[in-house]
């Protein structure tokens, strides 16, 4: 059973950094891609970012040049550094491993919430 562990939110102000974590209990060498996924209020899942497994990214547009998604495969951990936090980013952030078969896993989620 594959496990993904987020952690890092929370409460920042408009203008603020945070890094979440994401850590599987398995060798993410075994994922085609991971990523993070954003879902506020009464609003759908969206992508926020994805990494391959040769480093390769894509981000969506509305925090492109804000965030980062990175990983380290000794510590079988991706990270999203976000910078330059605005209101519009709050939601509750989830972790996903893309398996090469099969469906994907995801994290439980953790909040972030950005004030004005």
């Known amino acids: 059973q594959v496990q993904l562990v987020e952690s890092g939110g929370g409460l920042v102000q408009a203008g603020g950094s945070l890094r979440l974590s994401c850590v599987a209990s398995?060798?993410?060498?075994?994922?085609?891609?991971m990523g993070w996924y954003r879902q506020a209020p009464g609003k759908q899942r969206d992508l926020v970012a994805l990494?391959?497994?040769?480093?390769?990214?894509d981000y969506a547009d509305s925090v492109k040049g804000r965030f980062t998604i990175s990983r380290d495969n000794a510590k079988n951990t991706v990270y999203l550094q976000m910078n330059s936090l605005k209101p519009g980013d709050t939601a509750v952030y989830y972790c996903?491993?893309?398996?090469?078969?099969?469906?994907?896993?995801w994290g439980q989620g953790i909040q972030v919430t950005v004030s004005s």
């Open positions: 996903t491993a893309n398996p090469y078969i099969g469906a994907n896993y």
């Open positions: 398995v060798s993410i060498f075994g994922f085609d891609r």
């Open positions: 990494i391959s497994n040769v480093g390769n990214t």
